[in-house]
């Protein structure tokens, strides 16, 4: 599959029928558009088709179950497996589909599944709009609600899945179905969290919440001396917090910038990013008390909700090579505190970082069975987010970051949402989503709408058959 080269004639009658952009081996923008988010992956598919609405989608499902092309799907680019393109197939290219239509009379919108989440906010935030959407202005909106949607505002709105009100998708047939309330219900079910199993998904509709323009954001530094009693305070603090709190503890080195003081450049460091959805007033006290441990680098401040979602934008370009690894903590206790401090001074590269989400709140109002996504019991995330320029160094930080979890694995418990986790497996993806009885209405859902596994570059759940 890897060197296939495509039929003209077969290309040619797909283009006859195609109003986006064929992409093939040998064109200028080839490179390009092949690329993705995580550096560690090159792969080289023989077509890829950039959508410009759901006929494209149609068009291309068609065509790559008539050749039998391996599907990839493409939005913003940012699995960290590197689902979003193949070699030898075809990657589906809904990025060029970037419509949103907000209504603020009902608080809710539609948004096409090629926006990224610095779209999505430009347009909500000019009626003081938004929902919970990723850390990144480059993160993709259809990954992201797909796959759960963690966010700053996650305590407060729920997660991203658990405001997706109905979504329009192409099926494996080249269907066009609509899943909401009163049209294939469980397919919508299935769509919070159950990742791109069921089919392309070419629009969802959001329901919207007051926030902003303006929150309180930025992010405190100490030294990493300072993180455990830091990290200790927070975690008992965050319990008597409102759920307009949005807050991120990290172990880092602390970057070369101007900002940063000299004495504690490229030094390792422990950082807590802080997003109140409340008015300036509500956060400057809510922050005062985690001031008084006199952080080396303070930069808190009112400021607008779009920019806290581009906080770290910088810390994390496109193009890095990344390996992954998040889990479930069912609370993050004294011994689980020790031990990440321990294993976080053998970090390996100087521009990882390891992040811990605190969970809960309106995560966990919303019922384990009423959407796919599991771990609704969590109390907090752990993520590390292991980053490097030099491909002869990924066994070292592969091997440091999995050693981290294995030091961390008497602390955690399963349902972490496989969004963040580079290791792929059915076993994992079925623990994630939890219960035996989600796994079968799962398996029934994909039975029904791609009984082949025809989407199968995803967090899988394999057809009964």
Not at 31 to 39: E, K, M, P
Not at 435 to 450: G, I, M, P, V, W
Request: negative net charge.
């Amino acid at each position: 599959m890897l060197g296939r080269t495509l039929e003209a004639s077969a290309v040619a009658e797909l283009a006859a029928a195609f109003q986006g952009q064929l992409v093939q081996p040998g064109d200028p923008d080839y490179d390009r558009a092949r690329a993705v988010f995580n550096g560690m992956i090159d792969r080289r598919p023989a077509l890829i088709a950039r959508c410009t609405g759901p006929a494209d989608v149609v068009a291309a499902v068609q065509f790559a179950r008539a050749q039998e092309l391996l599907v990839a799907v493409r939005a913003g680019g940012h699995s960290v497996p590197g689902y979003g393109v193949c070699d030898g197939g075809i990657v589906i290219d809904v990025a060029p589909m970037k419509g949103i239509w907000v209504d603020p009379e009902t608080s809710t919108c539609r948004a096409q599944s090629g926006l990224l989440w610095g779209e999505f906010d430009r347009e909500t935030q000019l009626f003081g709009l938004a929902t919970t959407g990723g850390r990144r202005t480059s993160t993709g909106v259809a990954g992201q609600t797909l796959g759960s949607g963690s966010g700053w505002l996650e305590r407060k709105l729920g997660l991203t899945c658990d405001n997706l009100l109905a979504a329009e998708l192409v099926t494996a047939d080249g269907d066009v179905v609509r899943a909401d309330q009163s049209h294939n219900e469980d397919l919508l079910w299935g769509l919070r969290g159950g990742g791109g199993n069921f089919g392309v998904v070419t629009s969802f509709e959001f329901r919207l919440h007051p926030v902003g323009p303006i929150v309180t954001g930025g992010m405190l530094v100490w030294p990493r001396a300072r993180a455990a009693e830091v990290l200790r305070f927070w975690r008992d603090y965050i319990e008597t917090t409102p759920d307009d709190f949005g807050s991120a503890p990290a172990f880092m080195f602390a970057p070369p910038a101007p900002f940063v003081p000299e004495h504690l450049q490229g030094q390792a460091a422990f950082g807590l990013i802080i997003c109140c959805a409340g008015s300036p007033e509500d956060g400057a006290a809510l922050v005062k008390p985690l001031r008084e441990f006199a952080p080396a680098i303070d930069m808190v401040q009112p400021m607008p909700y779009t920019v806290v979602q581009s906080l770290i934008d910088d810390a994390t370009p496109h193009g890095l090579h990344n390996y992954w690894k998040a889990e479930n903590l069912p609370e993050l206790s004294d011994a689980a505190i020790d031990t990440l401090i321990e294993t976080a001074e053998g970090m390996t590269s100087p521009i990882s970082m390891l992040v811990l989400e605190p969970k809960g709140r309106a995560i966990s109002r919303t019922g384990e069975a009423d959407t796919a996504l599991g771990g609704r019991d969590a109390a907090h995330t752990l993520y590390a987010f292991s980053m490097w320029t030099d491909p002869a160094e990924s066994d070292t930080h592969v091997a440091w970051t999995r050693s981290l979890m294995d030091a961390m694995a008497p602390f955690t418990i399963p349902g972490v949402s496989l969004n963040f986790t580079s290791d792929q497996q059915e076993a994992k993806a079925r623990e994630s989503f939890g219960s035996a009885e989600k796994n079968r209405r799962l398996t029934a859902l994909k039975d029904r709408y791609d009984p082949t596994n025809f989407f199968r570059l995803n967090q899988n759940i394999r057809p009964s058959a």
